[in-house]
């Protein structure tokens, strides 16, 4: 096995590890703050509602992870039995099926998950009898005599020599992978809820300021920058404040080095208007484990109107 290949397993391992026993100290010291906390008027019904929408959240999040790892462990399988089925019989191995549907992009879309899983079993079903139909194949060579009947056992047992090490390394490397993802949704929830109850946040990075009429919708933007020489895991988090809600998309997103895209931010305006500059919500911005960047987004509502959407640029 190539040394790199060892190490950045290693790597992710200590890095997985270490943010677990964050994500653990974190959630002791939520805990902590909420006790002390916990007599503050009208706290409890604001960390229900900031509760809710960050479950929502976390179900998007674990979702879109669950479906990457579906999506790269099928493959890596399936690349293994092709090498071994070529190495085995290269004269009779089916024509190969064509590589399934690309993930859908990254924003949270229900539907078109469920339409992209429905091509992907399809896919997967063809697969299935792609293999189907050579081991018939290779049953017919053994009882035709062309092909000896311990043929096969041996050369497996070969192959399984030769590669489970390389094929364990890299469902490693894909289970480290899952992990980091579910330790994203824990610590960018715990982050939220232990900012709800400090009541005090940093002063953020950038701040957005958007303007409509009372229970109407706000889009904006905001532009998202790798400017480190990897590509870099970004998660975008959004926190709404008061009576608004405020959600990103797309959630997660892969920034190759130097690569930039745009953030869309959605903000639900109160059917009341408060009087105004409002804080409408905080959005924090992960990626290269280094400090978090954040975005205060302010917003200004206009007297009662039908509600409607409005779109500003950035």
Same mark, same amino acid.
């Given at each position: 096995?190539?040394?790199?290949?060892?190490?950045?397993? =290693?790597?992710?391992?200590?890095?997985?590890? &270490?943010?677990?026993?964050?994500?653990?100290?974190?959630?002791?010291?939520?805990?902590?703050?909420?006790?002390?906390?916990?007599?503050?008027?009208?706290?409890?019904?604001?960390?229900?509602?900031?509760?809710?929408?960050?479950?929502?959240?976390?179900?998007?999040?674990?979702?879109?992870?669950?479906?990457?790892?579906?999506?790269?462990?099928?493959? *890596?399988?399936?690349?293994?039995?092709?090498?071994?089925?070529?190495?085995?019989?290269?004269?009779?191995?089916?024509?190969?099926?064509?590589?399934?549907?690309?993930?859908?992009?990254?924003?949270?879309?229900?539907?078109?998950?469920?339409?992209?899983?429905?091509?992907?079993?399809?896919?997967?079903?063809?697969?299935?009898?792609?293999?189907?139909?050579?081991?018939?194949?290779?049953?017919? &060579?053994?009882?035709?005599?062309?092909?000896?009947?311990?043929?096969?056992?041996?050369?497996?047992?070969?192959?399984?020599?030769?590669?489970?090490?390389?094929?364990?390394? &890299?469902?490693? &490397?894909?289970?480290?992978?899952?992990?980091?993802?579910? *330790?994203?949704?824990?610590?960018?929830?715990?982050?939220?809820?232990?900012?709800?109850?400090?009541?005090?946040?940093?002063?953020?990075?950038?701040?957005?300021?958007?303007?409509?009429?009372?229970?109407?919708?706000?889009?904006?933007?905001? *532009?998202?920058?790798?400017?480190?020489? =990897?590509?870099?895991?970004?998660?975008?988090?959004?926190?709404?404040?008061?009576?608004?809600?405020?959600?990103?998309?797309?959630?997660?997103?892969?920034?190759?080095?130097?690569?930039?895209?745009?953030?869309?931010?959605?903000?639900?305006?109160?059917?009341?208007?408060?009087?105004?500059?409002?804080?409408?919500?905080?959005?924090?911005?992960?990626?290269?484990?280094?400090?978090?960047?954040?975005?205060?987004?302010?917003?200004?509502?206009?007297?009662?109107?039908?509600?409607?959407?409005?779109?500003?640029?950035?």
């Amino acid at each position: 096995m190539p040394p790199d290949r060892v190490e950045r397993l =290693q790597r992710l391992e200590r890095v997985n590890l &270490e943010r677990s026993s964050a994500t653990t100290a974190g959630l002791q010291r939520l805990l902590s703050e909420l006790a002390g906390a916990s007599a503050r008027p009208g706290l409890l019904t604001k960390l229900s509602r900031i509760g809710q929408e960050q479950t929502s959240l976390a179900y998007q999040q674990l979702t879109e992870a669950g479906i990457r790892f579906i999506w790269r462990t099928t493959h *890596l399988a399936l690349a293994h039995r092709d090498d071994y089925l070529s190495g085995l019989s290269p004269d009779r191995v089916p024509a190969a099926a064509p590589p399934p549907m690309p993930l859908p992009a990254s924003e949270y879309d229900p539907a078109r998950w469920i339409g992209w899983y429905q091509l992907f079993a399809a896919w997967a079903a063809e697969q299935q009898a792609r293999s189907a139909m050579f081991y018939r194949a290779l049953a017919d &060579e053994v009882a035709a005599g062309r092909l000896a009947p311990d043929a096969v056992q041996s050369s497996a047992q070969a192959f399984v020599k030769a590669r489970h090490e390389s094929y364990l390394v &890299e469902m490693a &490397e894909l289970y480290a992978e899952l992990v980091s993802d579910i *330790l994203d949704v824990a610590g960018g929830c715990l982050d939220v809820l232990t900012t709800a109850i400090a009541d005090g946040p940093i002063a953020p990075h950038v701040v957005l300021e958007v303007r409509g009429p009372a229970a109407g919708t706000v889009t904006t933007g905001l *532009l998202i920058e790798n400017a480190h020489s =990897q590509a870099a895991n970004v998660t975008c988090l959004a926190a709404p404040a008061g009576e608004f809600g405020l959600t990103v998309s797309p959630v997660t997103m892969q920034l190759e080095a130097g690569e930039s895209r745009r953030l869309a931010v959605q903000v639900a305006l109160p059917a009341v208007a408060p009087s105004g500059l409002s804080l409408a919500g905080r959005i924090t911005i992960r990626g290269h484990g280094e400090m978090d960047l954040t975005a205060a987004v302010h917003a200004r509502v206009d007297p009662a109107g039908p509600p409607q959407d409005s779109t500003q640029l950035p």
